[in-house]
């Protein structure tokens, strides 16, 4: 099987319906070796899984030159994925010596410095698409504007969005803008159902742009932790993956989150190749109304009002 693409908006980039986040690159023991990390990815792109998703800050600013590294020893790998990065975020970190307190920056010569940097990290002229990583509340609108426009005018980012942006936000920065926001990359998972009730997805149905979902797994807790609703969601995910095709609560869990209309793209984080096999297959299981609400009712503990 492959996973299958789609386009996330109609002026956006067309994306796997899964994608593959490289946060723990620093500590993925394939990483190491740059022809390794280019095998997991020639593998994954076997399965369809296409679209890599970064950020300048991850594992303390190290990851994207760790992928970069894989891209130079291949480089034919370049025209075959989409790789999305995101700043706005600063950390302090050795990396950044000059940070003394973490920070959001949303300045211009931040955005497009970060991204500068995130290039020539990554190897690549431009990138698929940038994101503004989180709401920065000195965000001078016009300012990131300016940013996102002067580095799509350069050929530097092909598409632009935001991450954990509220619906009025995502606004605001759009309408300082000549070229639509593609996506708002947001937490999303059978344990965190905040953006089917605050707006989020209601917001990208209006806009018609579809969401990518950072863990989509509840950061491994569903699997891990203890606890009556843990339990209760754990029996009713299994009970589910009896009556349909999927082998774990993993592809059902996963499959709930692609089955809303926003049509969300899931950032998948494991390192482990056999694990993201196995989830791929979440593309495959369509759950019916009735076992999504099911699911639904197990993670609020109540049935609907």
Not at 47 to 66: F, M, N, P, Q, V
Not at 192 to 215: E, I, K, N, Y
Request: glycine share 6%; proline share 6%; with cysteine.
């Amino acid at each position: 099987m492959t996973v299958s693409r789609q386009k996330i908006h109609e002026d956006g980039p067309e994306f796997s319906r899964l994608a593959w986040g490289a946060w723990r690159l620093e500590s993925d023991p394939d990483a190491a070796d740059p022809a390794k990390l280019a095998d997991k990815l020639e593998a994954l792109i076997e399965l369809g899984i296409t679209t890599i998703d970064h950020a300048d800050i991850y594992g303390g600013y190290a990851c994207e030159a760790i992928f970069g590294a894989a891209l130079k020893a291949r480089p034919g790998l370049k025209s075959r994925i989409e790789l999305v990065t995101k700043a706005g975020v600063a950390l302090v970190k050795p990396a950044r010596p000059n940070h003394v307190v973490k920070h959001y920056n949303t300045s211009k010569a931040h955005l497009v410095a970060s991204c500068e940097r995130s290039l020539t990290n990554l190897g690549v002229d431009a990138v698929d698409l940038y994101l503004i990583h989180r709401p920065d509340p000195l965000m001078d609108a016009d300012e990131a504007a300016e940013a996102l426009t002067k580095l799509r005018d350069d050929g530097k980012i092909k598409s632009a969005g935001v991450s954990n942006f509220t619906p009025f936000q995502f606004d605001l920065l759009q309408s300082r803008l000549s070229f639509p926001l593609v996506t708002n990359q947001v937490e999303h998972s059978v344990l965190h159902l905040a953006p089917l009730h605050d707006g989020t997805f209601d917001h990208c149905q209006q806009h018609r742009v579809s969401p990518m979902v950072w863990s989509p797994l509840g950061r491994a807790a569903l699997f891990g932790e203890t606890g009556e609703r843990h339990e209760r969601l754990r029996k009713v995910l299994e009970e589910i993956a009896g009556q349909t095709d999927a082998a774990d609560i993993a592809q059902v869990a996963l499959a709930f989150i692609l089955r809303h209309p926003s049509r969300p793209v899931p950032v998948l984080g494991s390192g482990k190749f056999e694990r993201l096999q196995s989830m791929a297959r979440a593309d495959t299981i369509a759950l019916d109304r009735q076992q999504w609400f099911r699911i639904w009712e197990a993670s609020n503990g109540a049935p609907v009002p």
